[in-house]
């Protein structure tokens, strides 16, 4: 058999969730699309998992341990201790697999690491490669973690409003989650902020959104942190359709099921309330039901994404039997197709960066009911930023009532204010689609990275 040339050979290597492997899996697509060998590390847990069997011919797989090779992060004991036990595996792991890779036909070129993962950076330099750190977060939250880290913001957050280059005013709660509660998560709080300590060192910067959605936050930073945006990272099918055959992820560690498709296909166009919180945040008991009388209230059809065999276990009493007619409850589903569905009226989203993205990406209104970490930053970019929808505010408790969040829907779903933030849902996704078109913004960042270590 001839032997395939090559343009270059790129790993990619991405923390074990299912919100990190999406971005640099599409991320690799793309770039075999261009011509490049693209090899994907994946933990040995996840791979050995069903929802891998599904990825892409055109990505070449390989693994590296995450020290929990047998059950993964539910295996350690804590989060601090599977980041420090897999900062020893991994970076041992992928070591080897460079240099496995090395005697090959196709040696790697770049390695190309999620940011929660400096020490890769390390593994590079090691083994004589370039490095690229991949950021799957916004610009503008990029720029305060950045800020925090190098000291030009300090620690506790001065009073408000947060002034910061790029980003509009912000007060305590439009900051990421963990600054108003930064004893909830000390292990993640501190995993972010060390995405920077080592980012000078990378020969890339790159991020997973695009230039004319944070023109102003990427040029506060580009004095900073030079950075690429080669964004968004969603299959090809859904913007500029270059990539061929590339209309899903190719990797879901949960069974999206086909329910909600045939579903849709029953209701009329912009009249059903989408709502979804991802694959790993839950809402707590108490929010739920607060969500569920605040649906009820609004008169919609519903789909619910519950990730739950038994959403009675966690509705109001008789709550799913009252809404047989208008809603429908899911353990998984097919976001992207959800919503490129012309049912889907609107998005009850966590905001979470992959999620507001897709939401962009296919011109959909999003009610924000951000939990934690980064979603609260983007939720006030959803409102105040790029004006595709509304936050849903919570009461003294911290708890988003019912009144609130069926007005939330109303205002998006209805009326003159629904109707505008429609049409810039429409702008953003046309701006999405052009940037990673040929000679689009993203398109030409991409461009400009392989030229560092392109054969021809």
Known sequence: MEKKEYRGHVLAVPYPAQGHINPLLQFCKRLASKGFKATLAISTFIANSNGFADAPATVHLETISDGFDDGG????????????????????????????????????????????????????????????????????????????????????IPSPPVEIPGLPPLEIGDMPGYFARPAEYPAYFAMVLEQYYNVDKADFVLVNSFYELEAKAVDSMQNLLPMLTIGPTIPSQYLDNRVDGDKTYGLSLLDPGAAATSW?????????????????????????????????????????????SEPESELPRDFVERTRDTGLFVNWCRQLEVLANEAVGCFVSHCGWNSILEALSLGVRVVAMPLWTDQTTNAKLVEDAWGVGVRVKANDEGLMGRDEIEACISRVMVGEEGRKMKANAKRWSDLAKKAVSEGGSSDKNIDEFVSKFASS
């Open 73 to 156: 992060f539910a295996q350690a004991e804590s989060i601090a201790a599977y980041l420090s036990a897999f900062e020893a595996a991994g970076s041992k792991s992928l070591a080897h697999l460079v240099r496995k890779l090395a005697d090959s036909d196709h040696p790697i070129n770049c390695i190309v690491y999620d940011s929660f993962m400096p020490w890769a950076l390390d593994v590079a330099k090691q083994q004589g490669t370039l490095a690229a750190t991949f950021f799957t977060q916004a610009v503008a939250v990029g720029c305060i973690y950045y800020r925090v880290n190098r000291g030009l913001l300090r620690l506790p």
């Open 264 to 308: 849709l296909a029953t209701k009329p166009p912009g009249s059903v309330v989408y709502i979804s919180f991802g694959s790993m945040a839950s809402l707590p008991d108490l929010q739920t039901q607060e969500l569920a009388w605040g649906l009820m209230a609004s008169n919609s059809y519903f789909l619910w994404v519950t990730r739950s």
